[in-house]
C-alpha cells in the first residue's frame, strides 16, 4: 500500500507538472505556493489573452493527490482554451463548472478566484467563487477595497443553477491585488495556533508600500509557522 501510495504521489506530480505547463510568466503578476506536505491541491494558471491582456486563475481542489490532479487537468485545458479565445472570465468559470460537475465525483470540487488583466485601459474583471476575498491595496498599502466570493466553488452547481456575476475593480496608479487560498491563514505556529485572518490583513497597515506587501506577506507568515508544516 505503501509503494502504491508513492507511485500515485510521482503520477499525481506529473499530470500537474503537465496541466501548468503552458503557463505564461508575466513581470504584472507575482506568485507563489507552498504545499504543506509534498503536494497540494493549489494550482495557478496564466495565460496570454488576445490583444494583449492576461487572465490568471487560483485554484484550490478539495483533497490533495491524485483526485486532485485529475481535476487540475480540465481545469487548466479548458483555461488555456478559452483565454487564448479571449472568452471573458464567466464563460470560463461556466465551462469549468460544467467539466467538473459532469465528471468528478460530488464531494470533489475547486474554489477558485479566475482575474482578467486588459493591457490597455479598463477595470479587471472578476469570478470569485469559495476563495477567500479579493483585497485590493492603495499605492501606500491600506486596503482599498475587497471583493467577497459571490459564488459556489466549480463542480457543486449543475449548469442551470450557475452563477456567472463578475465584479470590476477600477484601477488606481500603483495599486496591488492579492487573491489567496486558506492556505496561508490556516498555516499553524508550533502551538497549533494559525495565523488567521486577522494577522494577514494587519500587514496592510500603510507602513509598506504596495508594491513590496508581496514578500512582507510570505516573510512573516514563514517566521510565524517557524519551520512548521
Known amino acids: 500500500m505503501y509503494q502504491q501510495q508513492k507511485e500515485e504521489l510521482v503520477l499525481a506530480r506529473h499530470v500537474y507538472e503537465v496541466a501548468l505547463g503552458q503557463n505564461v510568466q508575466s513581470d504584472r503578476l507575482r506568485a507563489f505556493i507552498a504545499p504543506m506536505t509534498g503536494f497540494s491541491g493549489d494550482m495557478i494558471l496564466t495565460a496570454d489573452a488576445p490583444g494583449g491582456g492576461l487572465v490568471a486563475m487560483l485554484g484550490d481542489f478539495t483533497g490533495h493527490g491524485l483526485p486532485a490532479a485529475l481535476g487540475a487537468l480540465p481545469v487548466s485545458q479548458l483555461f488555456h482554451e478559452l483565454s487564448a479565445k ?10 469549468m463548472n460544467a467539466s467538473l460537475s459532469r465528471f468528478l465525483p460530488g464531494n470533489m470540487f475547486c474554489a477558485a478566484t479566475i482575474i482578467q488583466i486588459p493591457f490597455g485601459p479598463g477595470p479587471l474583471r472578476v469570478w470569485v467563487g469559495g476563495l477567500p476575498d479579493l483585497l485590493v491595496a492603495s499605492a501606500e498599502g491600506t486596503i482599498r477595497t475587497r471583493l467577497p466570493s459571490l459564488h459556489m466553488p ?7 443553477h450557475f452563477e456567472t456575476r463578475v465584479q470590476t475593480i ?12 486558506d492556505g496561508i491563514c490556516d498555516c499553524a505556529n508550533v502551538e497549533g495556533e494559525m495565523f488567521g485572518e486577522a494577522r494577514l490583513e494587519a500587514l496592510f497597515d500603510g507602513a509598506t ?3 513590496r506587501l508581496f514578500d512582507k506577506i510570505r516573510d512573516a507568515s514563514s517566521r510565524y509557522i517557524d519551520g512548521q508544516p
Open 86 to 95: 479571449g472568452e471573458p472570465v464567466e464563460v470560463i468559470a461556466q465551462r
Open 154 to 160: 466549480l463542480g457543486i452547481l449543475p449548469a442551470r
Open 170 to 181: 477600477e484601477r488606481q496608479p500603483g495599486e496591488r491585488v492579492f487573491i489567496y487560498s
Open 209 to 211: 508600500p504596495a508594491a
